[in-house]
């Protein structure tokens, strides 16, 4: 369900073709974000320093603008 709500955001690409620590940062921030664990800035926040140290070096760009998409979206 998650994958599939995460999906229209990412702009045409399908999320099989992020690499896996990727599908894992936007699986888990929106687990955090659709469970209200925390604010969405904080979540969009460590995502990005997740994606910077584990991630190609530009992918913390695609990932805040997936999530912040999201985010807006939701409200």
């Not at 974000?33 to 913390?60: G, R, W």
Request: aromatic share 10%.
């Amino acid at each position: 369900l998650y994958i599939e709500t995460i999906t229209p955001y990412l702009n045409k690409w399908s999320f099989d073709r992020l690499n896996l620590v990727e599908q894992a940062i936007l699986l888990e921030s929106y687990a955090e974000i659709i469970n209200k664990l925390n604010d969405h800035a904080v979540v969009i926040d460590e995502a990005v320093v997740m994606c910077k140290q584990y991630c190609d070096e530009q992918s913390f760009k695609y990932i805040n603008g997936v999530l912040d998409n999201l985010c807006k979206n939701l409200q």
